[in-house]
């Protein structure tokens, strides 16, 4: 009877020490999926050089337009250093050059980067199993271009959260250069327009919309953003159609989503 005893008391002592154990392992095997490593950041940075390359030919004619809106060259940069968003910078100088009162500028400007909050929801899946601090520290790098190409590389099977970071210090950094060199020669650069430099943008919206076509199944979203935005902004003034058609289109692929 002793025997017994004993034999239930290890046998109830074993499952505890299993129940104990296995739940603290599982965040432990969720962490290891997505890394966060300096060869992550060589990996974004490099990958991201063509890309932001082309984003400085957009950072140029930011600069152009904010030098004639009347900002220094150390008010443009320290612009381009904190927003990091050429569409929302754009629209702030040629606002204030029309010296619009500065709280529509803010409004106009946040209504235009509401697609942030968007942009990061898409990167959760992988993000949450990054530190707050590698996470927020990578997302205050993101823009329209580097999370493209970020969301590409996830999407393929790679699990280096930090290419999130790599590719926006690069792009950042190239930024912020275009808008000094655009201030400074805006005389010498003219009309933009005439280099080609205010279709840079489309075409690597183009380019990296091709990278993240899943074929059928992003016609419905596609065409759903597309065509509310495009009817928003008939109807609407300022910048609403961004979010309007974004979120039209992810309401799309929400409803139509298999499983």
Known sequence: MADTDTSRERAATDRDS???????????????????????????????????????????????LAGRAGLSVAEAGLMSATVLAGAAQLIAVELWADSVPAITVVATVGIVNLRYLLLGAALRPWFRHLSPRAAYGSVFFTADENWALTIATLRAGSRRGAFLLGSGLILWGLWIVATVVGVTAGDLVGDPAQYGLDFVVIALFLTLAAGLWEGRESVRPWLAAAGVALATNAVLPGEWYVIVGALAGAGIEMVTHDG
């Open 18 to 64: 299993t129940n104990e154990t296995t739940p603290r392992s599982t965040p432990s095997s969720e962490r290891g999926d997505v890394t966060f490593t300096l060869a992550g950041v060589r990996e974004g940075f490099v990958t991201g050089f063509p890309v932001a390359t082309g984003v400085a030919g957009y950072g140029v004619v930011f600069g152009v």
